[in-house]
Structures are given as C-alpha cells and as structure tokens.
C-alpha cells in the first residue's frame, strides 16, 4: 500500500493548518473585496448574505457527509459482530471436538478483527490484520 501524508499526519496539525488557511484566506477576500470596489451598502449586504448562504449551504452538505460515513462505517461494524455472534452460536450444533475447534478459530478471527479496527492510521498494521483475518476465515 502506498503511504500518504495525509494519513501519517495528526488530526489537530491538519485542523490548525485548516483553520489558519480559512482565517487568512477570509482575510485576504475581504481585503481583495475592498480594493475591488466601492459599492453601496444594499449591494454589499445582499452580496453578504448570498455568499453566507452558499457557505452554510456548503457546509451542511460537509457535514451531511461526514455523518453518513459514520452511520454506514457504524452499521458495518454492527452487522460484522452480529454475524460472527450467530457464527458462533451456530457452532454450538457442532459435537463437542468440533465446537472447541470452530471456537478457538473464532476467538483468533475475532482479535484480528478487532486489531484491524484499532489499527488506526497504520496501513502496515491493517494489512496485517486484514490478511491474518482472511487466512483464518478460510481456516472456518
């Protein structure tokens, strides 16, 4: 996997730097704004509050977005533990010398899953996990 700076940056270094940049970019609007021209106070209030609804507008959509990545990333994590419950549960119509099999399988499967999700950022650490993952389901 390729490594992107992106990812090995911490998240308040890119939110400082992201509220620096709107901070100074709204500085220099308003400033190329002024030197642009002179226009009467109707115009610039209506102007004002068009740009001020385009940017709520914008931002709505943002975060519109962002929460349903977290709801459709939540659901997945909840349908994934529901179905390696009903996995194991199932494995219970095994006899005993089966079950205890299926159940240490399981109980491997289950610790690489979740060293995937804690895996953060670390693209060598979710790969790891993720093949370990998939050798022990075709193991199952």
Do not use: C, H
Not at 11 to 39: D, P, Q
Not at 60 to 78: L, N, Q
Not at 85 to 94: K, N, P
């Amino acid at each position: 996997m390729a490594v992107n700076t992106l990812n090995q940056t911490e998240a308040w270094v890119i939110t400082l730097l992201l509220f620096t940049l709107m901070l100074v970019s709204s500085f220099a609007g308003k400033l190329v704004g002024n030197y642009i021209g002179k226009k009467s106070p109707d115009e610039k209030t209506a102007e004002t509050s068009a740009l001020t609804a385009l940017l709520f507008f914008l931002l709505a959509f943002t975060f519109g977005m962002s929460g349903d990545r977290y709801d459709s990333r939540r659901k997945i994590v909840i349908e994934e533990a529901n179905n390696i419950g009903t996995a194991i549960l199932r494995s219970d119509l095994y006899p005993d010398s089966t079950r205890i099999l299926f159940r240490s399988d399981f109980k491997l499967y289950l610790e690489a899953r979740i060293a995937y999700y804690q895996a953060g950022a670390d693209t060598e650490a979710i790969a790891k996990a993720d093949r370990l993952s998939q050798n022990i389901s075709l193991k199952l």
